[in-house]
């Protein structure tokens, strides 16, 4: 999607959403919608409880074996996403949240944004040579004439005598 359309995009979603609730809620009648809306917020609770278990233990497996766990970090990332569009009352954030609890799912998302990724270890020589020169492009070096640690006499920031 643009990013120019998600300003739209999120202003439309309530009014799609409340429109969902009309006509789900005119079909099955409003408890039932209801009873829906809240067996949504649990599933999603649930869901996140049941798969973040077994992705913390996929993270540590990656670690242990000396890899950069970026893949199951995204895929952190995209489960706590679902989880919470889940927990948001409404149809089409319940069933965008579902699918993202799908794996396969999630791996179309890791394959749009996997080189947009990069994780930095604090053990030395896990990042990989890419990962590596990534980061040094970004840091700037400054010679100690460069800056100063003194306080700056003009910040309002300074005590007043």
Same mark, same amino acid.
Do not use: C
């Given at each position: 999607?643009?990013?120019?359309?998600?300003?739209?995009?999120?202003? $439309?979603?309530?009014? %799609?959403? +409340?429109? /969902? #609730? *009309?006509?789900?809620?005119?079909?099955?009648?409003?408890?039932?919608?209801?009873?829906?809306?809240?067996?949504?917020?649990?599933?999603?609770?649930?869901?996140?409880?049941?798969?973040?278990?077994?992705?913390?233990?996929?993270?540590?497996?990656?670690?242990?074996?000396?890899?950069?766990?970026?893949?199951?970090?995204?895929?952190?990332?995209?489960?706590?996403? $679902?989880?919470?569009? %889940?927990? +948001?009352? /409404? #149809? *089409?954030?319940?069933?965008?949240?579902?699918?993202?609890?799908?794996?396969?799912?999630?791996?179309?998302?890791?394959?749009?944004?996997?080189?947009?990724?990069?994780?930095?270890?604090?053990?030395?020589?896990?990042?990989?040579?890419?990962?590596?020169?990534?980061?040094?492009?970004?840091?700037?070096?400054?010679?100690?004439?460069?800056?100063?640690?003194?306080?700056?006499?003009?910040?309002?920031?300074?005590?007043?005598?």
């Amino acid at each position: 999607m643009r990013s120019s359309l998600v300003p739209l995009a999120l202003l $439309a979603l309530p009014f %799609l959403e +409340i429109a /969902g #609730f *009309i006509v789900v809620g005119s079909k099955i009648g409003v408890l039932a919608t209801l009873g829906l809306i809240f067996l949504s917020i649990f599933l999603g609770v649930f869901l996140l409880r049941v798969q973040g278990f077994g992705l913390i233990r996929k993270i540590r497996e990656e670690a242990a074996a000396g890899r950069t766990p970026k893949r199951e970090l995204v895929h952190g990332v995209m489960l706590v996403f $679902a989880a919470f569009l %889940l927990i +948001i009352p /409404g #149809f *089409i954030t319940d069933v965008i949240g579902l699918l993202l609890f799908i794996p396969a799912v999630r791996d179309i998302g890791w394959r749009f944004i996997s080189d947009r990724v990069v994780v930095v270890s604090s053990r030395g020589g896990q990042a990989s040579h890419s990962d590596r020169s990534r980061v040094q492009d970004r840091v700037i070096e400054l010679d100690p004439e460069d800056y100063s640690s003194k306080p700056d006499p003009d910040s309002p920031w300074n005590p007043k005598p």
